[in-house]
Structures are given as C-alpha cells and as structure tokens.
C-alpha cells in the first residue's frame, strides 16, 4: 500500500527534529479516493489478520455489520504505519494516538484492530465527533506521534 497524498491542500506529516506528527488519516484509498466500507478493498494480508480477530467470518449478516469500522480500521493504521515507515521509524515509535470516531460504540472494534498494529501501550484520546469529510461513510480518523530514532 502507498502512503499517497493527502487528500486536501494538508502535508500527511511533518517532521520535526524526531518528532513525526501525523494529519488526522481517513480510509480513504488514495488511488482510487472511494471510502473503505468492505473487507474486498483490503490486501489478504489483512484480511487474514483480521479473520484472526474474529472478523471477516464469510457470513454476510455478520460482515455488513462489522466490516465497515474493522476494514476501516485496519486501513488507517496501516497508513499510519506506512508513513512512519516512509520516515524510518517502526510503530513501535508511535507514543500518541487520537481517534475520532462518529460512534463510539466502534471503538472497541477499533481497539481489537490496533492491538495487530501496537501491542504496546500508547497514549491515547478518543473523541466522538458528529460528521468527518469527505462524507458520512468515513467512520473513523486516527492521528499520531511518533518519536523517531535520532
């Protein structure tokens, strides 16, 4: 997956001395700009990593609901990942996280989500917000810091 542009007039991250600082990240693929709403748009590898946590089981009645927020989820954190990557650190460097979710009650799908992407303990604010752009299938944005190697 590529880390691609911002899909505004934003930088994704900047960097300061060995702070990264990450804009908030929507998954929203940025080759195709369509909102992730389905397990179809992942990689396998994700999809496997998600059938690990109990999600993409094949059943439909079960994946329309779930599927949103766990792809959706899935998709920022590994953007996260790839830009971190792109700056040369690892997540293991990220210390803050803040989500925005439009229901908190998906945060606890989230939250099973991030553990693949960091298993250890980060700093962390979670916000209910009643709308985020480009539109009211983006359930969730994640923004982070991370303290790079010097």
């Known amino acids: 997956m590529t880390t ?4 505004a007039n934003y930088l994704a991250s900047k960097r300061v001395g060995n702070l990264l600082y990450l ?17 179809d748009y992942l990689p396998s590898e994700a999809q496997s990593q998600l059938q690990s946590l109990g999600y993409n089981t094949g059943q439909l009645s079960v994946d329309t609901y779930e599927a949103p927020i766990a792809a959706q989820s899935w998709f920022v954190l590994s ?5 971190v990557e792109s700056e040369g650190g690892q997540m293991k460097d990220v210390f803050k996280l803040v989500q925005y ?45 991370a303290l790079l190697p010097g």
């Not at 691609?4 to 899909?7: D, F, I």
């Not at 953007?79 to 830009?83: F, N, S």
């Not at 991030?114 to 604010?125: D, E, H, K, Y």
């Open 23 to 39: 804009s908030g990240v929507i998954a929203v693929d940025p080759a195709t700009r369509k909102v992730i709403s389905s397990y």
């Open 101 to 145: 979710f439009r229901d908190l009650r998906h945060y606890p799908a989230y939250n099973r989500v991030r553990g693949l992407f960091c298993p250890q303990s980060v700093v962390s604010t979670v916000v209910e917000v009643s709308r985020m752009l480009p539109g009211d299938e983006v359930l969730i944005e994640v923004e982070a810091t």
């Open 79 to 83: 953007r996260i990942k790839d830009i």
């Open 4 to 7: 691609g542009a911002p899909l």
